[in-house]
């Protein structure tokens, strides 16, 4: 329900108005959203601005504040703008206005500031009553021929006064500097651009009005930002966003290296990408030494003074810059994504998403709009002027007749106009007339500016009928605001490039490890070391008590280490993660999560383009490839699945065409490896069947090599005709040969190197 009136605090009858609840939220909620929209979130597409840009430069040009004029305090600018055309608060206007001054958030600052109006940092300006301010030149042009009759004017809020619905925009500002909000439902998000490269746009657009998106980009490459940095955004991506009026732009920090004496060197990033705070930044970046995200990082430093100068220090000088960089751009906001959004409110105030070539276009039929009306106005002027100077001329050549009438007559006004047919304006001019202005010399001053006038009227009236002419003056005016922010020009030369980002095949876990070579040991009891060197004798190597080494892989710091477990689970290890060979190294339990119920199987130097061999105790088994079973977690990575009593058994590299697996009831299988499945993770397909125990060992081999095998005395043998013992996967084998070993094992261990 809704109260109107009351009456002694009491609702009146008559002034309930019931109304259910649904539709009164609706209503209001939609009445709101729609005020949001219109008044704050999103900028005209005509001028590029919202209500209270809009309000302070008209303010602004209200206390005379053009460039050649002195500055006036900030208060005393926000007080006229709250309390004759923004009444919602001193601090979202000081704030509109600080970031209309800012030289790093506005590419072409609207406001000249002096004083504190905040840092690149994130510092908040001063006090409004500390600063001052004035309009640049780009906030004088937006209000170029405001008191002509250019645009519409409204009614402000409290109706007293006037204010302008859009501004006769003489500069590109929407794309020039660009738009931020958040509206309810919608949004708009417009990074800047260059003005000498919209303005050549908008020519060719002038020439061409049908002219594809394409085209325009040869002359709008791409954003602008105040802060400079690098735009690394393909081409293609940057086309489908300007066509579509949705996407973004990645942009990282421009950065050189800096050599130091004794071959070492530093990193200095002198621009970094827009709207990022450098203050914040550098935070980022010392959380990131600190946690160790980039280990390679030593330390962040900011040498900035007036320009940005902050100093990245590597830990060692073997490390590429450019691989560092590529680590930190991934981490920090030393990259960072603008988005794109042109979502604007048209010439009908009407929101919607325009394209690139839309925006410019509505940019010049704004102008023309503003063209015509201001021609209409001064056209209106002249007319009015020149039928002023008729009645003046009709006087000169009647002088005698004309004072003959004002001295006799009565009514000297109607006498005049009857006698020589004027107008009342005409008559009342003469008769307003001085005495010293019928001089002679007054006389061919009107004539003389009765043929100028009439030959403007003429040009005037010429460019009003000519579609033509009127975009000729528009295109000179365009050219005008080129040769002002061109980019000869200190404010008008890019400050943005474009450049592909580096196509680094780098493996950021290694790329700055010291490469050397290691032996990585396992011993029984399950206590890991990676020695330096290549550890061939193994008699040199200490181990506790009753303890002897398992697993023995030579390899490189830079290479990672994969440990297969009776529960099925592969393990990856970083070679350069491990403890190094002083004392017995560390338990393996405490580096990866391995039940004590369950033991390392295997040990090997990871490689992805090898297969390997897995099978379970009762028989199952298959093919993987190694670069399916990278663990990323302590947890490991189930890929063998084991249930009950069965547990992973073997885990062997294939070498070769041919299967052969083993019982514990020493008989052998020989099948075709091509009849054992690749999977990434199950319990396999039936190796080989038994009647009593389970697999004893597994191994494959090359048919034109043979068979091998460890006999009693652990010697290598060949197994004569291996093909009798060749059957069918699944199948049940025969008796192994005569002196095979009683262990059941192909091999002398299940290492793999």
């Avoid at 006037?162 to 020039?176: H, K, M, Q, S």
């Avoid at 029984?524 to 080494?549: L, Y």
Wanted: glycine content about 8%; aromatic content about 6%; charged content about 30%.
């Amino acid at each position: 329900m809704t109260d109107t009136t009351t009456k002694n605090g009491v609702p009146d009858d008559d002034s309930i108005i019931e109304e259910h609840i649904d539709e009164a939220l609706s209503s209001r909620y939609l009445a709101y959203a729609l005020s949001t929209i219109t008044q704050r979130a999103l900028p005209d597409v005509r001028d590029g601005l919202k209500p209270v840009h809009r309000r302070i430069l008209y303010a602004m040009r209200q206390l005379k504040l053009n460039p050649e004029n002195a500055h006036k305090k900030c208060a005393r600018i926000v007080g006229d703008v709250m309390g004759q055309y923004h009444p919602h608060g001193d601090a979202s206007i000081y704030d509109a206005l600080v970031k209309l001054s800012q030289s790093f958030s506005a590419r072409y600052p609207l406001v000249d500031g002096q004083g504190n109006f905040g840092n690149i940092d994130g510092d908040s300006a001063a006090a409004m009553r500390y600063t001052e301010a004035k309009m640049t030149a780009a906030g004088v042009a937006l209000l170029e021929g405001i008191d002509e009759d250019a645009v519409d004017f409204t009614a402000t809020y409290n109706e007293e006064d006037e204010e302008p619905v859009v501004l006769p925009a003489g500069f590109p500002n929407l794309l020039a500097n660009g738009s931020q909000g958040i509206a309810v439902g919608m949004a708009t998000s417009i990074p800047p651009h260059n003005a000498a490269e919209i303005c050549d746009a908008a020519l060719h657009l002038i020439k061409t009005p049908n002219a594809r998106i394409e085209t325009l980009m040869n002359y709008v490459q791409g954003p602008d930002f105040p802060t400079g940095g690098i735009i690394t955004e393909p081409r293609e991506s940057i086309l489908e966003a300007y066509q579509t009026g949705r996407g973004g732009f990645k942009v990282r920090a421009r950065w050189h290296k800096e050599d130091l004496p004794r071959g070492l060197w530093q990193i200095v990033v002198t621009e970094i990408p827009y709207q990022v705070q450098k203050s914040r930044l550098i935070e980022k970046l010392a959380d990131i030494i600190e946690s160790k995200k980039v280990p390679w990082l030593e330390d962040v430093r900011d040498e900035s003074a007036e320009d940005i100068r902050v100093v990245l220090e590597p830990k060692s000088k073997n490390i590429d810059p450019a691989a560092l960089m590529e680590s930190l751009f991934k981490v920090s906001e030393l990259e960072s994504r603008t988005s794109l959004n042109m979502n604007v409110l048209d010439a009908t105030r009407t929101p919607r998403v325009m394209n690139l070539r839309e925006v410019i276009q509505a940019f010049l039929d704004h102008r023309r709009v503003v063209l015509q009306r201001r021609s209409n106005q001064r056209l209106g002027k002249i007319i009015d002027r020149i039928e002023l100077l008729d009645g003046y001329m009709i006087a000169f050549l009647n002088i005698d007749e004309v004072i003959r009438i004002v001295r006799f007559e009565d009514e000297p006004k109607k006498e005049l106009i009857k006698a020589f047919d004027l107008t009342e304006r005409q008559a009342d001019a003469i008769l307003n007339m001085r005495l010293r202005a019928l001089n002679k010399l007054q006389e061919l001053e009107l004539k003389t500016e009765n043929d100028a006038l009439a030959a403007e009227k003429a040009e005037i009236e010429a460019l009003l009928g000519s579609d033509k002419k009127q975009w000729t003056v528009i295109a000179e005016q365009v050219k005008e605001i080129r040769d002002a922010y061109g980019p000869k020009t200190d404010i008008g030369k890019r400050r943005s490039t474009f450049a592909d980002a580096p196509d680094l095949d780098i493996d950021f876990a290694t790329a700055f490890i010291v490469k050397e070579p290691v032996t990585v040991i396992l011993s029984e009891k399950g206590w890991i070391r990676a020695m330096k060197g290549k550890v061939d004798d193994m008699s040199s190597v200490k181990f506790k008590d009753g303890d002897n080494a398992a697993f023995v892989v030579h390899c490189e710091t830079t290479d990672k280490i994969i440990l297969f477990a009776t529960n099925g689970k592969f393990y990856t290890l970083g070679a350069d993660k491990l403890p190094g060979g002083r004392g017995n190294g560390e338990p393996i339990r405490l580096m990866i999560d391995l039940e004590n119920d369950h033991e390392p199987i295997g040990m090997f130097l990871h490689n992805e383009a090898r297969e390997l061999l897995i099978a379970s105790t009762d028989g199952y088994g298959f093919r993987v490839s190694e670069k399916d079973i990278i663990a990323s977690t302590k947890g490991g990575k189930q890929t063998l699945n084991v249930k009950g009593g069965t547990e992973a058994a073997r885990c062997v590299e294939i070498t070769g065409d041919k299967v052969a697996s083993i019982g514990e009831n020493r008989k052998i299988l020989v099948f075709d490896l091509d009849d054992l499945p690749v999977m990434s993770r199950g319990k396999g397909v039936r190796i080989q069947k038994f009647k009593d125990g389970g697999l004893a060992d597994i191994t494959t081999f090359d048919a034109e090599t043979g068979l091998t095998f460890i006999d009693s005395s652990n010697r290598t043998n060949s197994v004569a005709d291996w093909k009798i013992l060749e059957g069918k996967r699944a199948g049940a084998g025969r008796m192994a040969p005569r002196g095979f070993s009683r262990g059941g094992r192909f091999t002398p261990d299940h290492r793999l190197k």
